[in-house]
């Protein structure tokens, strides 16, 4: 299935063996994904092993926030022939991640909408802190709010560096707008666009999540550290800073 994938690798699942990938097929009646057993994806090895990273250390900060383990990862598709990252299997389409605890699941499709009817805040929450996890590992991570096509599920790929917070990428703007809107209490649009209003509430949510000594707009440790404390607070389903605060 290569297209443009220069070193590729055939895998049923990222982190380890028993976190298997299973492929979304439909939609139940609330909107959450329908998926089917194990099956394998094609990654660019070193792609995989960034997809490895950032699941066991996701887990392990799910875990310590709210005792959520993972269990099985859903996906839209990874290797695809067509032309970015995609094109060379270094991009993933995340659906779902489902926890050991039954009932417990953090889906795509549903849960960057807040007034969705089956789900919530707090689910809203827990979508932004699988986002946050991600961009610390890679330097793209699209989500609901970057765009329509996107609403269904969270597109990461590692075809630009990870960077700190840029002001410049809608990527980034939108993820922090969102954080300032549903994890500290802003009235806030998220619409990709870092002007004063949102460099005011950005400044109020590194102060919430006691970042102000640090910057994480410039330093790339304080911006993983930024995204760590977002991805916590975010587990636990609580406002950025109530359950794991910062340094400063």
């Avoid at 805040?121 to 609901?144: E, P």
Wanted: hydrophobic share 35%; with cysteine; aromatic share 10%.
């Amino acid at each position: 299935m290569s297209c443009r994938n220069t070193d590729p690798i055939r895998r049923s699942w990222i982190g380890q063996t028993a976190w298997e990938l299973r492929h979304r097929t439909a939609f139940n009646d609330c909107g959450a994904g329908t998926h089917t057993g194990r099956h394998q994806e094609e990654f660019n090895r070193r792609f995989h092993t960034i997809c490895g990273n950032w699941i066991r250390n996701f887990n392990s900060v799910a875990d310590s926030a709210t005792n959520f383990r993972v269990n099985w990862v859903g996906d839209i598709g990874v290797m695809v022939c067509k032309a970015g990252t995609h094109g060379q299997g270094r991009a993933f389409d995340l659906s779902v991640i489902r926890s050991t605890r039954a009932g417990f699941f953090i889906d795509m499709n549903t849960d960057w909408n807040p007034n969705h009817p089956c789900r919530g805040l707090a689910q809203t929450r827990r979508y932004i802190a699988v986002a946050a996890s991600l961009r610390r590992y890679v330097g793209t991570v699209l989500t609901g709010w970057y765009n329509d096509d996107h609403k269904n599920h969270i597109h990461f790929d590692n075809g630009v560096a990870v960077l700190p917070i840029r002001r410049s990428a809608r990527t980034d703007t939108t993820l922090v707008q969102a954080t300032c809107r549903y994890m500290n209490g802003e009235s806030l649009a998220i619409d990709g666009e870092w002007g004063p209003a949102t460099e005011a509430a950005y400044i109020r949510l590194r102060r919430a999540l006691g970042m102000q000594c640090r910057s994480p707009r410039r330093n790339l440790r304080d911006a993983r550290l930024f995204l760590q404390l977002i991805a916590r607070n975010g587990m636990a389903g609580v406002r950025a800073g109530a359950a794991f605060p910062g340094p400063c």
